[in-house]
């Protein structure tokens, strides 16, 4: 009896095992609506964008700021009729800057969506790569770290900070003095963002006869008081700084209580302007500066006057910044650029959206990024042009923009190399 | 009659497990294989841990070891300057290298166990996750540096667990790809891990192993070697953790350094103690909880609205699931003192005496 | 050789700070044989409540006022969760000081957000010099405050009722509460003693030259554990020399990056934990815990 009841179980198992499968993965589906192909992502009246940002990490105040830019970009468009006719909604899930998470979230939305219009961080970003590239899923990478080049598939809004690092010295030799043969000293992050900027920063030392003298760091330290004495003793001319906004006031406030008078120029993450609430205030207004593809606020251009506005009017007590909400701001200008074209190749597949990004070669986001953005090198940024700020106090932001975006003639010869 | 009924039970449930990936997400099959590695490790560090009576805080160190050791033996050399090389092995070799190296790692700490007890050994086996840390950081040549390195697809016999040629098996209608091939493995894996285990505990040697934790000199006395069983305990803990790893490596597809830090570490002491120490079972639970409730947590907050739009000082989705994750695992310790093992068994059996481990 | 003395220095009053962070794990540990992890969150705790009101009640009061609340919260901690739990092994009880950690450290993360608080301290970043050596004026002042705290707190162990209570409580719970010790309050006035320490060390590390208090200060508390543990757990002597030790060694990395290259970069973080483990082997209790004793 026992025998009979196994074997009954069994079969009755096997058969509902086949009677419900999940279906194969539908994701080369394809159907026209208004003429216009459509894939996964894209219905008849919507788009549907992915949204990666830490919400709950170590960079969620960046995450959070980026949502409010891209909230806003997304709501002013859609008002104004959205694109191909189509409303854009966003799906968003919290990477909380942990890999693990972050591939989990992206098998959640990725049957959902035509691209990914945010991801926050290199290592989340290098997580998804193998299933963004079999996917040709377009994504937005917020970073500015062309280790992640070449490829196909990701966009960066502007130059990187290997660039910005190069930019950096021509910048200091130009007008602060520093000589062939001098010393400059480099603070800068583990990881992707500060060791790209070594890189930079190393091929233009090699270029001009400079030394370079290394300070690696990690978000964990937040005491300059080693580093500047390090500094000191090397005889640096100038520092450049890879690093977050709480290692830069200790730097400039302990390098200006060490009497190391020099000029600090950091790259784009390397500003926030609650700095000015700091003690080193003082020390930052004297001698801090900012290269970076991402305009300073108080830049008079169409796009970002327009950002500004609708963000003061929208977020009222929050505190814009360049590379928080202007970053996911610019970000999407980059995604609708990329929807629309497709659109008007009327093709908006995955693929149809890559190969509209990738055609575009003079993009102009009314300011936000320095110059105008050419996608169809996917081994090289899309941007050349930086924009060189000092710190002040009046500034909207904090930062004064020195004049229009430039490009150092080193810049030119640079190889990204490829990894 | 019994007997039959505990058959019937295991068949289905491996029927079930060997069913799901016709019906689950890819989300939920990824969800499962973090969770299986997760199981893995755990299962080898309540062993040490639990039963041996050997606090380490270092298991994430091994775990590295098997990650990045089956990258490298497995891995094909890329062109370019900034590439990691690798030897090219196949991998099943790779696996099982991968495994040993994580062994071989683990006995030559051990040494270190007989001479600091108790917490110290717990925190100077903390220090061995920050040099391994460093080591990955700054070994750029091996392991690829803060980029990290892509990790060769698990083959078998020819058979590629990848998502190189997803029509050729197409079961019940669901083509299979990387994922759930890879379920397979996850599944012989972790239940060969669990069965290894729960003999260990009740084998010999693993009575040995609860000799040692009660009291070292009564071990020695009664004619238990304790260096060489210390040793063992290492080893035989951070194979399973450097199997964990090559699950891990193989459920990624990237492996960064940052992944196998003092978090992770802490995580594991986590799920054992959730768990109950020195219970396999507990471990496995431990394992799936940690490292699955986030994730799902993560995963029904999107369906809400966001509860505040950021930087508006409201609570987000994201916050919130941070916040159960912390009230859950105090929960869990207020109210089951001796992890779910121990509730396991009070529920099974109150008039019982518990049972001696 | 300037330059050596210079990070020197700077390194020992550093160390001060990690010797007040590393007392309080101390304390705890002592009392009632927990691991306190949620001690970081705690020092965030006191950082932020000084770094919110400062403005609005002054500076001073804003200090007490975080003092106050660190050490209540720290209390509540103890009385809530690790007194229900007391019959727990020490594995469970401090998993669950991690649990509160979470917590906490993701509420205050929630409600720092992207500010960089300053702590508003009134030295600022005023500098002192001394024999041509410079120090910024708060070190100098975390400096003197450890000093009087661990010599305070050196005398009320040794000649107050409470000292020896606590003293007991540490030797041997069972008798101590015989003989008319409350265990109780013995326990919540060391959790208390910690958060204030904690909220103190926080004060110093969110001055400058940090920049103030962010997130991140409250991963200083995992900075101090080396310090502690070459220490000693059970020996606040242990854990002021710990401090002082883990700060001059981190300086000097900091400061001799280039000279030690060939180790990698950024030893300063690993560095701590390797002269940890150094110790540890040469001392296998750290340098004043005491030493196991098996009685057979």
Redesign the interface.
Known sequence: MSRCLFSITVVALALAVGACGKGGDDDGGTSASGGVKTGPGATADTITLGYLPDLSGVFAPNGKAMMEGANLYWDAKNKAGGICGREVKLTVQDTGYDPQKAVAAYQQMSGDVIGLGLVLGSPITSALLPSVEKQDMFLNFAGWTSDILPNENVAIAGTTYDVEAINAIDFLMDKHGVKSGDSIGHLYFEGDYGENALKGSKFAAGKHDLKIVEQKITPADTDMTGQVAAFKRAGVKAILFSAAPPQAASLAGVAASQKLDVPIVANGPGWTPQLLTTPAAKALIANYYVVSSMAPLSVQDDGVQEFLSAYQDRYPKGTPSSNGSLYAYAGAQIADAALAKACDDKDLTRKGVLDALRSIDSLDTGGTIAGTLDFTDPSKPPGKLVYIAKVSKDAPGGLESLGEPSEAPDAQDYDFGGS | ?SR?AGV?VV??AV??LA?LP??????W???GL?AMAAIIAAVGLTLL?GLAGQ?SLGHAFFVAIGAYGYAFLAGTDVP????PSGLGLPPLLALIGAVALAGVAGALFSP?SG??????LG??S??LV??G???L???AGITG????V?VEPFSLFGFSLS?ADPDRL??????Y?QLERLWYLGLVLTAGSIWFGRNLVRSRPGRAFGTLRD???AAAVMGVDVVRYKAAAFTVSSMYAGLGGVLYALA???I?P??FG?LLS?DF??MI??GG?GSVGGAAAGAVFV?AL??VL??Y??SLP?LA????GG?????L???V??????AV??FA???LAGLARRLRSPALKEEVT | MNQFVTLFVGGLFLGAIYALVALGFVTIFRATGVINFAQGSVLLLGAYVIGRLHDSIGFWPAVAAGILVAAAASVLVDVVLIRRARAADLGTLAILTLGVNILLSTELTRQIGTDVLSIGAPWGSDVVEVAGIRVPASRVIAGGVALVLVAALGVAVKFTDWGVAMRSAAEDGETASLMGIRLNRVAAGAWALAGGLAAVGGLFLTSFPAAGVTPDAGLVALAAIPAVVLGGFDSPAGAVVGGLIIGVVSVLCAGYQDELSFLGRGIGTTAPYVVMLLVLLVRPSGLFGTREVTRV
């Open positions: 009659m039959r019937l068949v289905i029927v079930v069913a016709i019906y689950l997400e890819a989300f099959l990824q969800t973090f841990v606090l370019g300057a900034d590439a270190i001479r600091v007890r108790g917490i110290y925190l100077a903390l220090g920050f040099l840390q460093h080591i950081q700054n070994a540096g803060y980029a990290g892509t998502d197409v079961i019940l209608g669901v083509p790809g009291s070292e000199v990624f597809g990237r960064v940052d992944s003092f802490v002491l986590v103690v959730i120490a490292t986030p994730l993560n995963h907050s999107g966001l739009a950021p930087g508006s609570v987000s989705a994201a916050e699931s941070r916040f994750y912390g009230a859950a695992i105090v310790l207020l003192r001796d992890g």
